[in-house]
């Protein structure tokens, strides 16, 4: 009989595996037509390129749904727990294979055909009248849109009505088994960290910035970058990086995970951080465990877990003292006008100068946590219904007021800044970076107490121990895994502030003297 059992589990696990890898080679090819589209392609490609990546996304959605996708998963659900089968192992990769693709299924499935399609139709108009409307300070155009936007979002929440909050689903499609009851409280206990540790910094004499807004040529800046990166471990034989208006990260497969940057010739930060960042995304999924390759767990967990590692690269090793003891001496030889006459001191404490300021992506590390979490309440009062989106210009403004002391003097910069709500839907689209600086508090903590010299290591430009930790621990297990398992598994508990404040307070109370 175990025969049997054993001989039907094999032929289904494999169908299901065969199946998988169908809907990801589809998704991963328009991932490649999304790529050539921000990088390469010519304008006059626009419309045949994006009736290209509907055919397939539709392809996608068809496989993905596919009915005879859900009676293979409950066919192999019956067999997890039995005996004598891989899958009776819950950590087991087949296991956790089967429990995200029941889950992908089932959040598939859940929203009805029309709905996709209403909500595809009307996001493509809204991004394109928002990419016009923007510029142009227009936010009476884009109200009406929103308006269906937030109507959409609420019919795309109210498909899964055991949702304790009716923005949980929402944060759950990029953010697994994160609810509002556990995001609020801690970001509630940020920001009474936060507002203290911005008013103290004020109260200090302005940094002085003015080093890394010269002229720094393209070129160095590029080689620069990809020197550093390539002691980070991002391995370029298995990626390459491109320039875009906007910098991402793009998974093909194990073998080419590509990063993308751009350059501002007069502000030396945003293309060399912009490079740290995404190669820190590569770096997490480029240690992935090669076997899972084309299923579904072969990818970045969460999108908190993936800026947890952007952040880690970007900020906690790529804006530290240690890292730059050495580095700096060879970035004042590739720019010996520039920076040959600055001190070490003055270039670090220029490139992370705290200081409000109305544009999220431009944010210091400090300040950057109150930018999402003011959007994350609007998101969560929106979706209640306790703001219009008639209200919603003035509201932003008033929240930028209160928890930023700034204001912006028209739209474009306050609620037509991100393209978040108007080429998606509102709700789970912001929490996942402030969730990842407080979980890279957690997990470098703990990296902190298994390797003890990690500040000498950055100091020699050694960062295969740090890597080795992270592929350990995060990388290599792709989504078998949800954020909070992987806090549970790291620390032994829940989400926790205390090592991100910690990590907070002594970085810039060293730098502002507080
Ligand atoms: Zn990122």
Not at 39 to 48: F, L, S, V
Not at 97 to 123: C, F, K, S, W
Not at 203 to 230: L, N
Request: aromatic content about 10%; some cysteine; glycine content about 8%.
């Amino acid at each position: 009989m175990r025969v049997v059992v054993n001989t039907l589990y094999k032929s289904a696990i494999s169908e299901l595996k065969e199946r998988l890898l169908e809907i990801n080679d589809l998704a991963r090819a328009n991932d490649v037509l999304e790529w050539d589209q921000a990088t390469y392609m010519p304008p006059g490609g626009a419309e045949g390129r994006a009736r290209q990546m509907a055919t397939i996304a539709k392809l996608v959605h068809a496989r993905s749904s596919d009915p005879a996708l859900g009676a293979l998963l409950s066919q192999l659900q019956s067999h997890t727990g039995a005996p004598a089968t891989d899958a009776a192992d819950s950590n087991s990769d087949d296991a956790a294979l089967i429990r995200v693709a029941q889950r992908d299924y089932d959040r598939a499935t859940r929203i009805p055909t029309e709905l996709m399609g209403e909500i595809a139709n009307h996001i493509g108009r809204s991004y394109s009248a928002w990419a016009e409307a923007r510029p142009k300070n227009d936010w009476a155009t884009m109200r009406p849109y929103l308006e269906k936007t937030l109507e959409l979002s609420r019919r795309y929440a109210e498909c899964f009505p055991e949702a304790a909050h009716i923005a949980d689903p929402l944060i759950d499609g990029s953010d697994e088994g994160m609810t509002v009851a556990i995001i609020r409280p801690i970001f509630a206990e940020l920001r009474s960290f936060l507002a203290p540790l911005v008013q103290a910094i004020a109260a200090k004499p302005e940094t002085d910035a003015s080093c890394i807004f010269q002229h720094f040529p393209e070129a160095q800046q590029w080689a620069f970058g990809e020197a550093m990166i390539r002691d980070y471990g991002y391995d370029f034989n298995r990626g390459r990086q491109d320039k875009t208006h906007h910098p991402f990260m793009t998974r093909f497969n194990w073998g080419d995970c590509r990063i993308t940057t751009r350059f501002n010739e007069d502000y030396l930060a945003e293309g060399l951080f912009a490079t740290l960042h995404e190669a820190g995304h590569a770096l997490y999924e480029m240690g992935i465990d090669r076997n899972l390759d084309g299923t579904p767990l072969g990818e970045g967990t969460s999108a908190g877990v993936h800026e947890s590692q952007s952040r880690t690269w970007e900020n906690v090793v790529g804006r530290s003292l240690p890292v730059w003891e050495h580095y700096y001496p060879k970035l004042q030889a590739a720019f010996p006008e520039q920076l040959g006459k600055v001190d070490l001191e003055t270039y670090y404490h220029a490139i992370n100068k705290v200081q409000p300021s109305l544009i999220r992506v431009e944010a210091d590390e400090v300040t950057y946590n109150l930018h999402v979490i003011i959007r994350f309440e609007l998101e969560c009062e929106l979706l209640e219904g306790t703001l219009s989106i008639a209200d919603l210009p003035e509201a932003w403004h008033a929240r930028y007021q209160e928890y930023l002391g700034v204001s912006a003097p028209n739209d474009t910069d306050g609620v037509l800044q991100d393209v978040h709500w108007y080429g998606g839907l509102i709700g789970g689209a912001f929490q996942g970076y402030t969730l990842g600086n407080i979980m890279a508090g957690q997990f470098n903590a703990a990296a902190s107490q298994a390797i003890p010299d990690l500040a000498d290591q950055w100091r020699q430009a050694n960062f295969a121990p740090l890597h080795a930790w992270l592929s350990e621990n995060i990388y290599r297990h792709g989504r078998k895994y949800t954020a909070l398992d992987f806090i549970q598994r790291i620390t032994g508990g829940p989400i926790q502030l205390a090592p991100y404040k910690e990590y907070l307070t002594n970085k810039y109370g060293a730098i502002y003297n507080l």
